[in-house]
């Protein structure tokens, strides 16, 4: 019982220390990695008493060994992403998407941006599309807290894109490959919800923001032409290569059964293969900075270590039971699945979602249609939303792919974004909190509503 309460009180402390990072000036990620390795150090250290509530029952190093591989698919996936987008950035790539947009209103670049996110989104995932969005925005908008905000609809709406689409949401996706939800379903079912939970926010500060935003000042042509190393056929070829292998991964996965690293590997290698054969001609200096050796050193290193930290750190609460403990307690508490899955997705921004839809799933098994013959009709009416496509998997699925976002560091967009742009919690806390909060409240609405309809 010490180690269980100790194991606890170490991730609050880990999790304040992450949340007033600027205040203690120490990085999240030495915060976040220090936090995973002293909560498995007590859970090694109390074995005996702490190991009878993991699942494996192959000692805490396979404990750890088994979420390690899985939080390295996420890892390798991040690290895949990045690369592909820092090298489009590299060769000036998205000069083909921010030329096109003209305007300097607030409010219109502001939707645009939201509704680019959200679409863009359920056709990639969240983490790449929130990387792709935030390098879009730096050559947009000029001024580091003036593209904090715009950074904000970003994570609101990335995560509300992902939520309505098998791919979007990495615990969609896990809902989907459990056949607990199918992408037809999810998709007539949750579309109305996740584009009210970003318009919400989107409509609000429509009504907040004024004037124009400052733009990043564009060079002229001829200073641009004596320092531009690439041509427009290399920066268009490498745009269309990179958005086509982040396109590419989920008919990856679908069509070879492969995790989705392995699709972001593959069109990492083709990019690599591609470049080198680009500027094989060139000389060093102009060659480095457009290869993927000289763009992994600006691949951001601190944020993927903060994900393996806090990441980690939430597998060692999952494997001492802490989260099971907790999903037993809301449903003993709460039992209306309606609030169970609201709960879900407020804790979500608080604990990573994946354990949580993890342990909804062990706690809810998947209910059969046939077995509700003959049943009473109270026990058929609550098994029922237990069925594929059923309410309960849903309302999980768009609870904990969009509740995440009323805390920066509570889904993977958030963090990807606090990573590439160094948002403050506080910060994201005071403004941009409360808009993903109605915007997620508005959207489970929405959901009932749809229900009642039904």
């Known amino acids: 019982m010490l180690a269980y309460t100790l194991m606890a009180l170490l991730f609050v402390l880990g999790y304040l220390c992450i949340a007033l990072e600027h205040p203690l000036k120490i990085d999240k990620a030495a915060s976040a ?25 192959h000692g805490v190093v396979g404990e750890l060994r088994h979420h390690l591989g899985e939080i390295s ?16 950035d590299s060769h000036e790539g998205f000069r083909a998407i ?5 305007t300097r209103k607030r409010v219109h670049l502001l939707w645009i941006v939201g509704l680019l996110t959200f679409f863009l989104s359920a056709v990639l995932d969240n ?77 609000i500060l429509s009504l907040r923001l004024k004037g124009e935003a400052p733009r990043q000042r564009q060079r002229d042509h001829l200073g641009e032409a004596a320092r531009s190393t690439t041509t427009a056929f290399e920066r268009n070829l490498v745009l269309a290569l990179g958005i086509g292998a ?21 069109g990492l290698g083709v990019l690599w293969v591609t470049t080198e054969l680009l500027h094989r001609g060139k000389n060093d200096e102009d060659k480095h ?60 921004a608080v604990v990573d979602n994946v354990p949580l839809v993890a342990g909804a799933i062990k706690m809810y098994p998947l209910i059969e249609p046939a077995s509700l013959v003959g049943a009473p009709a109270a026990e058929q009416a609550w098994q029922a939303q237990f069925v594929a496509d059923g309410t309960f998997w ?22 990807a974004a606090m990573g590439m742009e160094r948002i403050g919690f506080f910060w994201y806390l005071k403004r ?23």
Request: hydrophobic content about 55%; glycine content about 10%.
């Open 73 to 88: 698919e996420i890892l390798f996936f991040l690290l895949g992403a990045m690369t592909i987008v820092e090298l489009i």
């Open 127 to 203: 983490l790449t599309t929130t990387i792709v969005m935030v390098s879009l925005l730096r050559k947009l908008v000029r001024g580091r807290t003036e593209r904090w905000l715009y950074v904000g609809i970003v994570v609101i709406a990335a995560n509300a894109g992902g939520a309505w689409s098998p791919i979007g949401d990495v615990t969609t996706t896990m809902l989907w490959i459990g056949n607990q939800i199918t992408a037809p379903g999810v998709i007539a079912g949750l579309f109305l919800p996740s584009l009210v939970c970003l318009l919400v926010p989107l409509l």
């Open 432 to 454: 941009v909190s409360l808009l993903a909060l109605l915007g997620y409240t508005a959207g489970a609405a929405t959901y009932l509503g749809q229900m009642a309809l039904t």
């Open 289 to 348: 900075p457009l290869s993927v050796v000289g763009v992994l050193r600006k691949v951001d290193t601190p944020s993927v270590l903060f994900f393996l930290g806090i990441l980690l750190a939430v597998s060692s609460l999952a494997s001492a039971g802490h989260l099971t403990q907790v999903a037993d307690l809301l449903r003993e508490s709460l039992g209306n699945i309606y609030a169970i899955n609201y709960a879900i997705g407020l804790l979500s």
């Open 33 to 57: 990695i220090l936090t995973a390795v002293l909560c498995w150090t007590v859970l090694v250290l109390g074995e005996g008493s702490l190991l009878p509530a993991a699942s494996s029952g």
């Open 246 to 266: 982040l396109l590419f991964v989920p008919v990856f996965k679908t069509v070879t059964h492969l995790p989705p690293y392995m699709g972001i590997l593959f």
């Open 394 to 415: 849903e309302l999980l699925a768009y609870c904990a792919g969009t509740g995440g976002s009323s805390l920066i560091i509570g889904s993977a967009a958030g963090v």
């Open 98 to 102: 921010t030329d096109r947009i003209q």
